[in-house]
């Protein structure tokens, strides 16, 4: 029941995201159980075992646009505080969003 509240909260919010951009946002990781986050490198106390985490692309979209918006709307108090991660990479990189409720920024 934990996660799946969790996990509307977070899609709430990135539907708000995704009406602010008006493009479809690409879900490239969102929950992972246990084995599969030790399986991809993620955080031992990753938001993703707890299903409050998403990464994030959006076509044509720079992560960088994306990671403002989301600030945007973070600063605005139309989506929920939490962490905001920017992975830029040459092979595209994403932008990581959760709903911790805490403010958490960094950029991988």
Known sequence: TGLLDNAKRLLWNLQVIRNEINKPLIIISGYRDISFNKKCGGAPNS???????????????????LYSIIEKLISENKILQGGLGLYERESGGFVHYDTRGIKARWRG
């Open 47 to 65: 938001q993703h075992l707890q299903a409050t985490a998403s990464d994030l692309r959006v076509k044509d979209m720079s992560p960088k646009d």
